[in-house]
């Protein structure tokens, strides 16, 4: 529509320019340029370093052919080098593939091919693995080893290039590329979905921008944090928090490995503000050694997302110091998209009040335009009554560009003008939301839907659980019933009788689990219980004792 | 260039949406619809209230035929509805054009013409200027009439609608328009120019969302501030901060007239965190009377432009309790876009140490991607030395999008891809920027750059002198000379000879005044000094005396 405002007003270079957050790191090393950037081990840089080592390895990845829509995978630990593939990968027009360092050799293959890779680097404490996956892989990428100088057992070379010497030979003033355009892929991500094969989730400049900016408004984190590493960078890029401290001109205290006596240390020497895992870290550092806590000073916010962090859980942390804050997302939306924002006046309630608001996962990031709690059927809005139950979904700049060469998929999950997440929930009056299960682990008995999240609460609150996971088996009359996986602590013991009891005090009678399993729980790379294994193992199990 | 990474990964309604600042108050709306959005004298509303009200205003408007690319003007002083339109005109595609109260009518009429207006909303208080307006203009746009309820004269009536009565007759569940493309102009603001016709400076969508959030972001402003309204917000859409303030839900403290006892007492009674203002608001506040100075708790931080912060009065602020920031930027690029980011270990210095840290005018924000002094000859930056002078000059996303049906303007504006502040500064090695003078306010004697800012701060440690301007006068052998403009505080009294000696202490003998003329100096309708008047009043001075 032509008016006076877009006559003789366009777009030229000095007004327009992509968004990405290429530049958050040039700010940070020009306004900044003493401050420490990176510490990990007896390693410590500053902005200054740490762009420059970036623009080398950029131009390093440039010689050898590096272009634009070109894949760099990466198997990398939380080390330095996994902050720097971060920036350089992008500066040379390349898109970012990092690999779950757990994943099996035919997996990473998978990916590898998948991504049509041009580079691989890879930390050589995982040569066998590379050595494994490329006996089984297409495309044969370059292969650059990275020596992570901390390790005792660095494992054996694999590769064409050492990290360190290839950086070295690159330009300290390599002319970075800024993208085409800020809808240019930065990165993929492939999620581990539990049918089929991955898909990789690509990520774009704009996307990338706003979320890792969106971290600092949305989280109100300030200027110079320091950020603790404790949750995987192959993670959804580390739910953008590579970007994020750049924008602060934060500190990134590296850490290999989630270990408690690493995190107490890291938050009383280094002064650690903030960190990110999922609820597993929280008990990491709860449960560690009386004698490794140290005590601190300053204030520290704990991000977690994956499973709302019990009430107990919630009190143990806050005596020892931190302030949780729960997020929630997905892979397709960057990692974290809805942060459960905290009034200050609920911070007044009793403990037991605070709980249940904790546990929601809440509402938009500034960066996410759009948060629905859909009846998918008829995509109406569910009312707001914190019971009615539908799928939620998303909308807005940091919904993924789409899945790598996957259109079907791609064109499914984004359906009707909304990121379909699969997740099952509801949205309370106050526009808050709550999950209460996977579409796919949602259990229909007797026509009735049954949240497994639902009855998984109420067996957590029982103190002799540690572990809980419930998914449907089939049921001659009701179609469907509850089964309950249960891991018990360690000392304590309660009989499937005595539990059944526990969930009548909590729960409908259609609701009870016809069924206990009792034994450690299965977990994913990614401390994810997978439902569709465990039903599959409940069937089995059944079975074995209809045939004893 | 194809690569697999832009195939079948378009954008959609899912996964793209245009950035606007709109969605920062939808958002505060939905997580905070109890807190306090706006206070102003009795009034008070909260975030629900204000979306609400926002959301009917827009309804009126497009009831009344604004479409996208229509010009709604208002003459409004910092009272909510000047807050209220900052989001109910983009809210129906509508251009918010905020005019200078302080303009005569002529100036109004220009700009009411030039913007092809449609709509006006003005202040009754204003009514006999609009009255004189309306007898200049061709266009007659629609008059609605703001009655401001906290004055005791509120003027009479000029429109056919009164503003509260239109507000209430629009559809609080209006469905408002998102930018048809983030590029659509937001907001246009006229330059006051020294020379020729006022140019309309054009903002869009992409640009106040950056901006706006830029705020939060490069200043470290927290969730919940609140804000004091000491800057008038038709002054570069008040730097952003209507729709700012959105972002972290804070509280705006509306203020119609900038008195130093009602400052006290909004920062006392509201606790405010975080005003902005010209120089002179500082003095106000300063020079306010003992009794009128309520002791406060909190921090507060005062944002300043326009003129770096003298020496004792950072240090009467900061015995205030005011931790004061330098910025800078120009109506082009939506007022602020540099930031002297202060590093913590500069607050170890001594306080004469941080005077001259303080009153550099710094780096570029975040949402700005390039800031640069050049040698505009050659179109080379200059030496990073502290001394060598240059052009200013800006690129990137908060620079505007052109002059309003100026086309030439704007291509001479942003030749060479970067836009031309027409600024005078040097680059220090750390990066940080100073202004030294406006590129038409420098003085040339005998071939040698004078900066009449470097005498002017010579002359502003002189304790008698209340505000001082330098401009050049014609000179016979030299070229051109400094003259000085005094105006001297209450009090004091100081002659030139003593005034020529003080400035030999601190300048070379070339930059001396070679006159000085006492008086009160006039300023504009922002408080800025006009050089090119004062250089009009020295010749005539000149004249006169040759004469006498």
């Known amino acids: 529509m032509s008016n006076i405002y877009n006559q003789n007003l366009e777009k030229n270079s000095a007004n327009y320019q992509p968004l990405t957050p290429i530049t958050f790191l040039e700010r940070a090393a020009s306004v900044y340029p003493e401050r420490v950037a990176v510490i990990y081990g007896k390693q410590e840089y500053n902005y200054s370093e740490f762009y420059r080592r970036c623009r080398q390895l950029a131009s390093f990845l440039s010689k050898k052919g590096i272009r634009f829509g070109d894949t760099v995978s990466v198997l990398l630990a939380n080390t330095p080098s996994m902050l720097e593939v971060h920036y350089a990968v992008p500066m040379c027009g390349g898109v970012l593939h990092c690999i779950n360092t757990r994943l099996d050799a035919t997996s990473i293959a998978f990916q590898l091919d998948h991504a049509e890779s041009n580079i691989l680097i890879a930390d050589t404490a995982f040569s066998s693995l590379i050595s494994e996956t490329f006996s089984k892989i297409t495309s044969k990428p370059l292969v ?78 300030n200027k110079h944090a320091v950020y603790l590493w404790t949750l995987p960078m192959f993670h959804c890029n580390g739910w953008c928090f590579p970007w994020s401290i750049s924008v602060i001109s934060g500190t990134h205290i590296c ?27 929280m008990s990491t550092i709860l449960d560690a050694e009386q004698e490794l806590k140290q005590a601190f000073e300053q204030k520290v916010e704990f991000f977690t997302a994956a499973a709302p962090p019990p009430e107990k859980v919630l009190n143990d942390m806050a005596d020892a110091g931190f302030n949780v804050t729960h997020l929630y997302g997905l892979t397709e939306v960057y990692g974290p998209a809805v942060i459960n924002d905290w009034h200050t006046e609920w911070s007044d309630l009793t403990v037991s009040k605070q709980a249940p608001l904790k546990a929601r996962q809440g509402v938009r990031y500034h960066a996410l335009e759009g948060l629905e709690v859909f009846d998918s059927h008829q995509m109406k809005p569910v009312p707001r009554d914190g019971k009615t139950l539908g799928e939620v979904m998303f909308k807005g700049n940091i919904v993924m560009k789409g899945y790598l060469k996957n259109s079907t998929a791609t064109k499914i999950s984004m359906k009707d003008g909304w990121f379909h997440s699969g997740d099952l929930g509801v949205i309370h009056p106050d526009g808050y939301i709550q999950l209460k299960d996977r579409l796919k682990d949602i259990i229909i008995s007797g026509g009735e839907n049954i949240s497994s999240i639902e009855i998984e609460e109420v067996l957590y609150k029982n103190n002799a659980i540690s572990s809980a996971a419930v998914v449907a088996i089939p049921h001659d009359r009701w179609g469907e019933t509850p089964c309950a996986f249960i891991e018990l602590k360690d000392g304590f013991d309660i009989s499937a009788d005595e539990l059944r009891d526990w969930c009548q005090k909590y729960l409908a009678g259609f609701k009870l689990p016809s069924l206990f399993i009792f034994g450690p729980i299965k977990k994913t790379s990614t401390g994810k219980i997978q439902k569709a294994q465990l039903r599959n193992q409940a069937i089995e199990f059944i079975k074995t004792r209809s045939l004893s």
């Open 144 to 221: 650059i080893d990275y020596v992570d100088k901390e390790l005792q057992f660095i494992g054996s070379k694999f590769g064409s290039y050492d990290y360190e010497e290839a950086l070295n030979s690159g330009d300290p003033e390599f002319n970075w590329l800024m993208p085409s355009d800020e809808w240019d892929a930065i990165t993929v991500n492939y999620t581990s979905g539990t049918t089929g094969d991955p898909k990789g989730v690509v990520y774009h400049h704009r996307g990338a921008y706003l979320l890792a900016q969106g971290n600092i408004v949305t989280a109100s984190i």
């Open 255 to 281: 850490l290999r490995e989630v270990r408690a006596d690493a995190i107490w240390k890291a938050i009383k020497y280094y002064k650690v503000t903030h960190l990110c895992g999922a609820p597993i870290v």
